[in-house]
């Protein structure tokens, strides 16, 4: 088990040899074995998948946020059949010093598409609409995200 009050803050990047997939409309989106994680206190990991491993059609959102760690994300919006998933991903294009390994990867919202998993796992989403934590059987909270969590 990995508690989230053990990872640290700033967060910290980390390579991963677990298969991250991705999927969308019964089309795989992303398929990795090169992906990193990004662990932070009180979230579970997000994934961060080489853009050569995303096999689905991107378009920019206009959204943008900024992390005080890693710097400015910007979104993408999901293309898969006649669906629209807007904001289903980001990235940090310039990310600040420190997570350079950021550049060229993309994290997905697993709550906003049909399923998520690390090596063959179901993802549950992270709860919230902000974090886009991948929570797995091996990780313990108390996870920051749900109602009355934004103070923590």
Same mark, same amino acid.
């Not at 009050?5 to 967060?11: F, G, K, S």
């Not at 950021?102 to 549950?124: I, M, N, Q, S, W």
């Given at each position: 088990? *990995?508690?989230?009050? =053990?990872? +640290?803050?700033?967060?910290?990047?980390? +390579? @991963?040899?677990?298969?991250?997939?991705?999927?969308?409309?019964?089309? @795989?989106?992303?398929?990795?074995?090169?992906? !990193?994680?990004?662990?932070? @206190?009180?979230?579970?990991? %997000?994934?961060?998948?080489?853009?050569?491993?995303?096999?689905?059609?991107?378009?920019?959102?206009? @959204?943008?946020?900024?992390? *005080?760690?890693?710097?400015? $994300?910007?979104?993408?919006?999901?293309?898969?059949? =006649?669906? !629209?998933?807007?904001? #289903?991903?980001?990235?940090? #294009? $310039?990310?600040?010093?420190?997570?350079? %390994?950021?550049?060229?990867?993309?994290?997905?919202?697993?709550?906003?598409?049909?399923?998520?998993?690390?090596?063959?796992?179901?993802?549950?989403?992270?709860?919230?609409?902000?974090?886009?934590?991948? %929570?797995? #059987?091996?990780? #313990?909270?108390?996870?920051?995200?749900? +109602?009355?969590?934004?103070?923590?």
């Amino acid at each position: 088990m *990995e508690s989230v009050w =053990d990872y +640290p803050r700033p967060p910290r990047v980390e +390579p @991963t040899p677990r298969r991250i997939v991705v999927r969308h409309g019964g089309r @795989t989106v992303a398929d990795s074995q090169r992906a !990193v994680r990004v662990l932070e @206190t009180s979230h579970p990991p %997000v994934y961060y998948i080489p853009r050569d491993d995303v096999a689905a059609h991107l378009e920019p959102s206009r @959204t943008s946020t900024l992390c *005080e760690f890693k710097g400015v $994300a910007g979104y993408w919006d999901l293309h898969v059949g =006649d669906a !629209v998933i807007q904001d #289903a991903a980001w990235e940090y #294009a $310039a990310p600040s010093a420190g997570y350079e %390994v950021l550049r060229g990867r993309l994290a997905f919202y697993p709550g906003k598409v049909d399923e998520c998993t690390v090596d063959g796992e179901r993802v549950v989403p992270q709860s919230g609409d902000f974090y886009g934590g991948w %929570v797995t #059987a091996e990780i #313990a909270g108390p996870i920051k995200g749900a +109602p009355g969590t934004q103070g923590w």
